[in-house]
């Protein structure tokens, strides 16, 4: 079965400075990885995802995701935070069958402050 | 509008009541989920439809009981439910033939038992 894990439960920042928040995962099969972003009482949305090709993946406001096969990784990334960008970030796998459901890991709180 | 609609969204009942939520998604999709979300807990699967049919129930205690009429309706019966059951819930719906497609979320119901 395939799992994912967020190594890091809080991320605290300085509004401007970088963040790299990180997700490792397991799978015996081909996998898709997705980044989700929630918004205080808000569903999710997604941020970016990787199927194929280039391994680094840019999404929406601004965050890009590498994939590393080697390490089993997809760490997400942002040049520079807004204080908007505090939120709750999702990492989840989808092994590649279809019918299958989104698995994700335990979220990862970013708070961004000035 | 993230094409799927969840009501009520908010909702308190007493352990003797019986509800349900609702999940309408407007995205001709075939496949549908409901997700738990604890605080302090990850995202947990509930339910899996495929072509409304059941194809997944991650071991869900028989008080809360899904139904999918359609591929565009989703429901999730609730009785004699217990305190532990206050969450976030997530119905969430994606194309089925296409593992490589995201899910798309609705804002959830935020459930309070009492």
């Known amino acids: 079965a395939q799992s994912v894990t967020q190594l890091d439960s809080q991320v605290p920042v300085f509004e401007e400075a970088p963040v790299e928040l990180r997700c490792n995962y397991s799978s015996s099969v081909s996998v898709y990885l997705f980044w989700y972003v929630q918004y205080p009482n808000q569903g999710l949305q997604l941020l970016l995802k990787?199927?194929?090709?280039?391994?680094l993946v840019k999404g929406i406001n601004g965050f890009e995701a590498e994939f590393n096969k080697s390490q089993t990784s997809f760490h997400l990334r942002k040049p520079s935070v807004h204080i908007s960008d505090t939120a709750e970030y999702f990492c989840a796998v989808r092994i590649d069958q279809a019918g299958t459901a989104l698995i994700f890991g335990k979220g990862t709180t970013l708070s961004v402050s000035s | 509008e993230t094409g799927v609609t969840q009501t009520p969204r908010h909702l308190v009942m007493g352990m003797t009541n019986k509800k349900s939520l609702k999940c309408e998604q407007h995205l001709g999709h075939n496949a549908m989920y409901w997700y738990k979300q604890s605080a302090k807990k990850p995202l947990e699967l509930m339910f899996v439809?495929?072509?409304?049919?059941?194809?997944e129930n991650n071991s869900v205690p028989s008080r809360f009981s899904p139904e999918c009429p359609n591929s565009s309706h989703l429901f999730l019966h609730l009785h004699t439910l217990q305190p532990e059951d206050s969450a976030l819930y997530l119905c969430?719906?994606?194309?089925?033939?296409?593992?490589?497609?995201?899910?798309?979320f609705g804002q959830g119901t935020r459930l309070t038992v009492v």
């Open positions: 439809y495929n072509f409304k049919e059941q194809t």
């Open positions: 990787y199927l194929s090709g280039s391994t």
């Open positions: 969430a719906s994606s194309n089925r033939n296409n593992a490589n497609t995201e899910a798309f």
